[in-house]
């Protein structure tokens, strides 16, 4: 870690973090590693918590999120793995200064080439899956999803207008419009592509010292407009809507800057 960066303010790593996890709501025991990291993740690769950052203790953080230490410990192993933190004996666990595109873990994911592909994929599945899921939602869904959805589109915009961490709530959106097609198979399909898309786009600009790929309003908006759709139960509409929002996230992902 270079000494010459500057830290964030003191505190500044937990009221970060608490914010997120304020938001995380009910999770599964077998994926609190996985939500601890990925906000960890989201929040030093967006620049919220500042290279040579300390970050909380073991206990703290567990407190925080209201886990175990040993699932403190498995999300901070995988964050090491990313290179995006050192744990230095004796004295703490600490943001890294962004690697360079040679890093084993670029060598191990590949070339750039390879994870621009990888991103790619999982943007093309989504959109043979998703049109799919918010047409059958519209004429599927019930009560309880749209409130579900609504309390999502909430906190979504509530943690983007504070600076805080929202991709829990965007991709919850996305899975509870899974959930109201009543087909459990849509919804395990979702699963499999949760964190996948934001979080490669992410660390590869993390890698090529690229600003983050930032939510817009515009993303917000679509995500209303798609819910609206759904509650009326437009069924057409709600595809269209659907496969818009995710061909304009292509391209907000793609053109925020030349050559990425």
Not at 185 to 191: E, H, N, P, T
Request: glycine share 8%; with cysteine; charged share 25%.
């Amino acid at each position: 870690m270079s000494q010459a960066s500057k830290p964030a303010r003191p505190g500044a790593s937990s009221e970060i973090l608490g914010l997120a996890a304020a938001g995380l709501g009910s999770v599964r025991p077998e994926r609190f590693a996985e939500r601890v990291y990925e906000t960890l993740f989201h929040a030093i690769v967006e620049g919220r918590i500042a290279v040579g950052s300390k970050l909380p203790s073991e206990n703290d953080l567990a407190t925080l999120f209201e886990v175990s230490r040993p699932v403190v410990r498995q999300a901070l192993d995988r964050l090491r793995e990313d290179q995006l933190v050192e744990s230095l004996r004796g004295s703490g666990t600490y943001v890294r200064e962004k690697p360079g595109l040679a890093t084993a873990q670029l060598q191990a994911d590949g070339e750039p080439e390879t994870r621009i592909g990888h991103i790619m994929n999982g943007l093309e599945l989504r959109l043979v899956i998703e049109p799919e899921c918010a047409y059958m939602a519209a004429l599927r869904r019930n009560k309880q999803d749209l409130d579900k959805m609504e309390r999502l589109l909430a906190g979504f915009e509530e943690a983007n207008a504070v600076g805080g961490i929202a991709h829990h709530f965007d991709f919850g959106f996305h899975e509870a419009i899974a959930m109201a097609t009543a087909n459990m198979r849509f919804v395990q399909v979702m699963k499999t592509l949760e964190y996948d898309v934001s979080h490669a786009v992410n660390m590869l600009r993390h890698l090529m010292h690229i600003p983050p790929w930032k939510r817009s309003q515009d993303a917000m908006d679509e995500h209303r407009q798609i819910f609206e759709l759904i509650r009326i139960q437009d069924a057409e509409g709600a595809r269209r809507a659907m496969r818009g929002h995710i061909e304009n996230a292509r391209t907000r992902m793609f053109n925020s800057r030349p050559g990425l």
